[in-house]
């Protein structure tokens, strides 16, 4: 049983297009934390999430955590191939992380 | 150099094997953790350490074993490899749990 699932599991588009990818849970968190990971790399962090209700705007990507701590989601406007890459979200401590979204841009 | 790093980068070995993956971080974090990152499964934790010989157990420990008798170094050893211990590893630090985590490069293992 995975903690965190996301979805959906794989997305490509086309650059310019809008996206969004979702992360969802049965459990309450304190805070919930979005990173991109690049292939062959480590994930980097993107934001921490704490608020129920939170909104978050980094450039054209903007983070959502649920009104109930559940869930969140990561949209992105006007998608770019340097977006591309996998975005993971992981619960407050960080112990579990979601299986992630592998997002595929395309020129 | 500043950061968090791993070694080897890339390891091949055989069943039934010992094989050590090096942890070495320059923050003096007090977090350090170790993942395995597989298709389907995402980054799955396998130990952590809040201090130097100070560790816990994750989601996924069977099979490997960790120390740290430093705070920079956190070694993860696979005692006797198995062919299900192929995959990605990552070690990350970070100064609380809830912080942000900070991510080595990764050893890719595998195991024939």
């Known amino acids: 049983t995975q903690l965190l699932e996301q979805s959906p599991q794989f997305l490509s588009i086309q650059e310019g297009e809008n996206l969004t990818v979702y992360c969802n849970s049965s459990s309450v968190f304190s805070s919930l934390q979005w990173y991109r990971q690049e292939p062959g790399e480590g994930p980097v962090l993107l934001v921490t999430v704490v608020t129920g209700g939170e909104v978050k705007k980094l450039k054209r990507l903007t983070f959502q955590f649920g009104d109930a701590r559940k869930d969140s989601s990561l949209h992105i406007t006007a998608a770019q191939p340097g977006d591309t890459g996998l975005y993971l979200c992981a619960e407050g401590n960080q112990f579990y992380f979601g299986t992630g979204t592998s997002l595929t841009v395309i020129p | 150099d500043a950061g968090i790093t791993q070694s080897p980068r890339y390891k091949i070995t055989e069943t039934g094997r010992q094989v050590t993956l090096m942890c070495h971080q320059t923050w003096s974090h007090s977090y350090m953790f170790w993942y395995r990152q597989d298709l389907g499964h995402g980054l799955r934790l396998i130990y952590y350490s809040a201090a130097a010989d100070i560790t816990d157990k994750g989601e996924v420990p069977d099979g490997y074993v960790v120390s740290r008798s430093k705070t920079e170094n956190f070694p993860l050893t696979l005692e006797s490899a198995t062919r299900s211990q192929t995959s990605v590893y990552f070690c990350?630090?970070?100064?609380?749990?809830?912080?942000?985590?900070?991510f080595g490069p990764g050893t890719r293992l595998t195991v024939l």
């Open positions: 990350a630090s970070s100064e609380f749990t809830s912080n942000e985590q900070f």
